[in-house]
């Protein structure tokens, strides 16, 4: 993690629902079972901006912390942008940086999360799951394609029942040979 | 199967999910085991692409990324409610733009382009709105739609 600079604020966006309970009674850690019990923050604004896209009416809020206070760094994001706090941060420590107007997204930062799929096009979404790594529950995030079904070349062989159902050997062949398609694995 | 836009196919990738009706289909990584050097290089096609988030559409403008793959059209969503459930139409879209976005104003995913429409017009070819869309909120499936980036725990 970064030396931090105590002297720059860090952010963390909510929805504006939330606004009015966390103005009162401050950032609380998240308490659903299976998420880490801690509060997200960032160095950077535009982070913070960009993670509003995750909520219908995003607030970003701003957060000076006294000197003395234990950030950490996030484990799932990584990087040098991101810490997270393992204590509720009190009311008098946050206060509202930009209102929902303001957070309006840059779609155009996206454009590299739009692929080619086969003849078509897809984009980047993430799956968030909770996965058992031995130690107890915790989030596990992949990044899953969405794309239209007609732009793959053919629909996955039924039953599609597991990953050796589901696999196309060598569907890149030989002009003039013939594929072997045993499934919903595809290269070009 | 998948590559940068613009350039031609070259990453594997595994079939998760296919529905033909709405015309929706979702690839995840090759299984590691089996495949270590096609997961990886599915992993590093997506290391440092940043995620949609995910909403529902509402009527008013939406953006569809142009076939030059850097401009973002905007185009009027219409989300009509009949007998089936929900419905989107959008405005003129072009060949080659399957499975592209389409966004809300904040920039999250709300359908994607499954169908296009025109007329012919003193022997030209009209592009007209185009719909229905298939909407994600509606037509993911629950297995995604419950865990995903944008069903955010504050």
Request: proline share 8%; charged share 20%; glycine share 8%.
């Amino acid at each position: 993690m970064r030396k931090i600079d105590w002297d720059k604020p860090l952010y963390h966006v909510t929805s504006a629902r939330n606004l009015k309970s966390i103005l009162r009674n401050g950032l609380r850690v998240c308490r659903d079972p299976g998420f880490d019990k801690v509060v997200y923050l960032t160095f950077d604004l535009q982070i913070a901006i960009d993670h509003g896209g995750n909520f219908p009416d995003p607030v970003v809020l701003e957060i000076r912390l006294p000197h003395s206070w234990s950030l950490y760094a996030d484990p799932y994001i990584g990087g040098d942008e991101c810490v997270v706090s393992d204590k509720d941060i009190p009311p008098k420590y946050v206060r509202e940086r930009l209102a929902k107007s303001t957070t309006q997204y840059s779609a155009k930062r996206q454009a590299d999360s739009v692929l080619t799929v086969d003849k078509g096009r897809g984009f980047i979404i993430e799956h968030r799951t909770l996965f058992d790594f031995g130690n107890g529950f915790k989030r596990l995030r992949r990044k899953l394609v969405v794309t239209a079904s007609h732009c793959l070349p053919h629909p996955p062989v039924m039953p599609c029942y597991s990953y050796q159902e589901t696999t196309y050997q060598k569907f890149a062949c030989p002009a003039g040979g013939r594929t072997q398609c045993m499934g919903g694995l595809f290269i070009l | 199967m998948l590559a940068p836009l613009g350039e031609e196919p070259s990453v594997w990738a595994d079939c998760l999910f296919f529905d033909p009706v709405s015309d929706l289909a979702i690839l995840g990584e090759p299984d590691n085991q089996e495949f270590g050097e096609e997961s990886d290089a599915y992993a590093r096609l997506m290391d440092g692409r940043k995620p949609f988030n995910i909403a529902a559409p509402k009527t008013g403008e939406g953006y569809m990324l142009a076939l030059d793959g850097v401009a973002w059209r905007p185009t009027p969503l219409k989300v009509y409610v009949t007998i089936r459930g929900s419905s989107l139409s959008t405005g003129a879209t072009l060949a080659g733009q399957s499975g592209s976005p389409i966004v809300d104003a904040t920039g999250r995913a709300v359908a994607l382009v499954s169908i296009g429409a025109e007329y012919l017009s003193n022997g030209s070819r009209i592009p007209m709105d185009a719909g229905p869309q298939p909407i994600l909120k509606f037509q993911l499936p629950a297995w995604l739609l419950k865990t995903m980036k944008g069903c955010h725990h504050d």
